[in-house]
Each structure stands twice: as structure tokens, then as C-alpha cells.
């Protein structure tokens, strides 16, 4: 498993031949003057390579609908994974906002922990699966004689006949 980034020769705008190893899995901040190549570095050489990879993984019916970026004046560039770039100047004036609402990638991280995730109960900390109606029935019918329960369902309004969804 790669532990760093690493860039070599990177001559991006007004970098010269910068070469940096930058470790994975942690927060780097790359500081310095102004002019001094941070964005460039950042921005024009590390995250349009890492984009620029990413599109070219995908199909070609898939890149027909995305701007393909330009390689970067990079000698060689390794360990990369696909970025998400935020700059300061589209953040959003709504306090309430994450990474993956201004970079819109909330909606499709809801649908992977939907489906990857597994749920529990909080009163038992048993996992809660999928039962079908005869599992329902069958596990109500061996409770003792005379217990309580509570059945829910949905309130359907406004719809006729039989509810499917």
C-alpha cells in the first residue's frame, strides 16, 4: 500500500522542478508567499492529475459529458486517488455547509452507507435485517398468548385502491 504521495519535476506555472514526497491519510497544509507556487502545486499539478486519471478510468460514454483536464508539467506523479478540489473562492454563503454539499457528493455518499452500511437497533444493538410478510406473521404467532404489540404501518392519503410502492 502507497504511504506518500510523490512528485517529481513538477514545473506547473511558476514551479521549478519542484520534487516532494507528501504522506496519505493525513492533513498537509502547504503554506508559503504569495506567488510562491501553493496553488499551483496544490491545485494545477496534484488534484488535475489525480482528476485527470480518474476521468480517463471511467467509460467512454461516461467522459463523453466531463472536460477531460490537461496533464500537468509533471516529470512523474505516483500514489494518487481521486480528488475533490475545494477552493476558497465557491464555497458556499450557507453556514450549514459540508465538503460533500458544496462538492456535491453528499447525495451519492447517502446511498453508499444506505447500501454498504448495516443497521442496528439502538435498544438491542442487534443487527436489523429484511423480513417478508410470512417471517412477520411467523414471528408474532410464536410470541406467548396474550402479549402485547404494537403494528405500524404507513398512512397512505390521497391514493385509491391498493397501496405498492
Known sequence: MLT????????????????????????T???????SGKSSLAFDTIYAEGQRRYVESLSAYARQFLELMQK?????????????????????????STVATVTEIYDYMRLLWARVGIPYSPATGEPIAAQTVSQMVDRVMALPEG????????VVRGRKGEYRK
Open 29 to 35: 497544509v502547504i503554506t508559503g508567499l504569495s506567488g
Open 147 to 154: 402479549t402485547r404489540l404494537y403494528l405500524l404501518a404507513p
Open 72 to 96: 500537468p508539467d509533471v516529470d512523474h506523479i505516483e500514489g494518487l486517488s481521486p480528488a475533490i478540489s475545494i477552493e476558497q473562492k465557491t464555497t458556499s454563503r450557507n453556514p450549514r
Open 4 to 27: 506518500k504521495i510523490s512528485v517529481r519535476g513538477a514545473r506547473e506555472h511558476n514551479l521549478k522542478d519542484v520534487d516532494i514526497d507528501i504522506p496519505r491519510d493525513t492533513l
